[in-house]
């Protein structure tokens, strides 16, 4: 019995982790030291003024490149087993500032809360996330054309 119930466990994440919605709510409560939550035009005058700052998308590959991604955007799949080893693979430099995002910001909260367990200093999460910046107008790279 018991290993049927964790099937179904099993599988409903599977499908909820399939899914384009980001299915993790930003959690509430104080942002660690270095992590600092910032608006959408924020985020994109960042992206737009300064070369030093890494642009992190913690989404799945469909949502990437489906539904398209922030400028000079590096993907990562929060929802990877090796999510820490594969965040290595980017070669981020811990001292210099990041933005972190995912759909509407449960997973890129979760992130910074890592990222700042590593070391990192500077982690912006915009306001909404991916959802906001879309609705906001921003740019947007690389979406699949329907």
Same mark, same amino acid.
């Given at each position: 019995? =018991?290993?049927?119930? /964790?099937? /179904?466990? /099993?599988?409903? &994440?599977?499908?909820? $982790?399939?899914g384009?919605k980001?299915t993790i709510?930003?959690?509430?409560?104080?942002?660690?030291?270095g992590?600092?939550? *910032?608006? %959408?035009?924020?985020?994109?005058?960042? %992206?737009?003024?300064?070369?030093? *700052?890494?642009?992190?998308d $913690?989404?799945?590959?469909?949502? &990437? &490149?489906e /539904?398209?991604?922030l400028?000079?955007?590096?993907?990562?799949?929060?929802?990877?087993?090796? &999510? %820490?080893? #594969?965040?290595?693979? =980017?070669? =981020?430099?811990?001292?210099?500032?990041? %933005?972190v995002?995912?759909?509407i910001?449960g997973?890129?909260?979760? @992130?910074?809360?890592?990222?700042a367990? =590593?070391?990192?200093?500077? *982690?912006?999460?915009?306001?909404?996330?991916?959802? #906001?910046?879309?609705d #906001?107008g921003?740019?947007? @790279?690389?979406?699949?054309?329907?």
């Amino acid at each position: 019995m =018991l290993q049927k119930i /964790l099937a /179904l466990c /099993l599988i409903h &994440f599977s499908f909820s $982790v399939a899914g384009e919605k980001d299915t993790i709510p930003p959690s509430r409560g104080a942002l660690p030291t270095g992590v600092r939550e *910032i608006s %959408i035009d924020e985020a994109e005058k960042l %992206i737009r003024e300064r070369n030093d *700052i890494a642009v992190i998308d $913690v989404r799945t590959a469909p949502e &990437f &490149f489906e /539904l398209g991604h922030l400028p000079r955007a590096q993907m990562v799949d929060y929802f990877r087993e090796d &999510f %820490i080893a #594969a965040l290595g693979t =980017l070669k =981020l430099d811990p001292a210099k500032p990041c %933005i972190v995002y995912c759909a509407i910001g449960g997973r890129a909260r979760r @992130v910074a809360e890592k990222m700042a367990k =590593l070391g990192y200093n500077e *982690i912006f999460l915009p306001k909404g996330s991916f959802k #906001a910046w879309k609705d #906001a107008g921003k740019p947007i @790279v690389g979406a699949a054309k329907k």
